[in-house]
């Protein structure tokens, strides 16, 4: 049987909404659209279709879709078909031309809401030719959650630059801002950004939960060794450690965690971030703005005149950088910065490609922490499964894992402290790759294998995050 997805569908909720879930459920079916002549139903199988077609007063025509995508609809159908509600009454509004348009504000909350409530990490509204679909990225995976008429487009595009102190008439070049929401007296910060496409915009919101930028270095995740080896080398007066990994491998809350582990009256603490995602009190927070040439090389070189203890640099991304972060760290400076770098050796690599001398990276270095985030197992869904006799789990899906089989992600790291032997064999260029080898140094792949075989994760996981 060939199955269909229901992304390409602009729905109409109110349908199923008005049947009910204990029908829909009994009969596994999941109606689409109503249409002129007949009605667009889709099912899991033929089984009940004498059942539908006593429900409605019309030709059905089926489509086929698999229990999952039928569970995925059934458990968000309540927010679906109030948001949806909100999108329909805001283009009817606007088709009126009337000025006051409150359901696009309010479609604007329950959309917030609904993505904390999936714990989405950001929220990716897209243009289409002929409709616009919104995401979340929920655990590190894009899931589409709507695809919705055009004509909301530039309603939303237009309410969501006002929210962020935008140019709402600007649409062909990019934007970028941020806002508050107060979503159950919690407060979250959203950063947005529009990016002009063939067909629209694509805007994309970053959730900012203002609670993770306090969160203790301690409560992240570390293991115990590794989690010593940063206390130990964030108390150094001067030198240079990097936080490394590809993008969302959670580097941003690792910094900040380690800003709030130093911060006190008695040291002057400046970071260059670009942007800036959560205010720290205490701290000296420089906005990069390359609009006006101030980026990473202008004010790294004026960062000095301002006595600081501890510099964080948000991302070393040239040489320039590079070369006035090292010079900061042999006159007396604690340097912590991000690299984007799979794993410590290649940052070591990465650096010399950055045309750093290795005599001065084996000087100033002091810790390389070289993490990802995986996905943890659903505990009320993972099945046992043997795979040549070891005992592991797989991810199945319920209703309390958004049918995804995982719920939130954990670090998984290596750590490479630059003792004496390390900073020799990098200021010789010796292949430090074998050598740590023959050490039985512990790979980022080795901690994630651990995961897996305390259940933790799957295979499937494990394989999807390998180096």
Known sequence: ???????????????????????????????????????????????????????????????DITQKIFDFEITHLYNKYTITQL?????????????????????????????????????????????????????????QFFNLPYNIYPILSSILKLLASLDISQKRLPQNGRFS????????????????????????????????????LKDIGFSDDIYNSILKNITATQGMILITGPTGSGKTTTL??????????NLKIISIEDPIEYNIDGIQQVNINNDIGLDYEMVLKNLLRQDPDIMLIGEIRDSKTLQIAI?????????????????????INRLIDLKAE???????????????????????????????GLKVYKAVGCKKCNLSGYTGRMIVTESLEIDEDISNIINNNTNIQQILHN??????????????LQGLTSLEEYYRHEI
């Open 327 to 347: 010079q900061a760290s042999l006159t007396g400076h604690l340097v912590i910065a991000t690299l984007h770098t799979n794993n410590a050796i290649k940052t």
């Open 439 to 452: 050490q039985s140094y512990k790979t980022i792949n080795d901690n994630s294998y651990e995961k897996v």
């Open 87 to 143: 999108c329909d009454k805001s283009i009817q509004i606007q088709q009126h031309n009337q000025n006051d348009n409150p359901f696009i504000s309010q479609f604007c909350i329950k959309l917030f809401e609904f993505a904390i409530f999936t714990k989405a990490s950001d929220i990716h509204i897209e243009t289409l030719k002929d409709s616009l679909i919104i995401r979340f990225r929920i655990d590190g995976i894009l899931i």
């Open 256 to 265: 900040y965690s380690i800003l709030n582990q130093l911060n006190n009256k």
């Open 358 to 388: 290795p005599f001065l990276i084996s000087s100033v270095l002091k810790l390389i922490v070289s993490q990802r985030l995986i996905r943890v197992l659903c505990n009320n869904c993972k099945k046992p499964i043997e795979i040549d």
């Open 181 to 216: 929401q107060n979503i159950d007296d919690n407060i979250y910060d959203f950063r947005i950004s529009t990016l002009p496409t063939i067909n629209g915009e694509s805007i994309v919101l970053r959730v900012l939960d203002n609670k993770k930028a306090f969160l203790k």
């Open 1 to 63: 049987m060939n199955k269909n997805n229901l992304d390409d569908y602009i729905i109409d909720f109110n349908l199923a909404y008005i049947q009910g879930t204990d029908i829909l459920k009994q009969y596994q079916f999941f109606p689409i659209k109503e249409y002129e002549i007949y009605i667009l139903v889709a099912i899991t199988s033929n089984r009940y279709k004498n059942n539908i077609e006593q429900i409605y007063n019309k030709p059905i025509k089926y489509i």
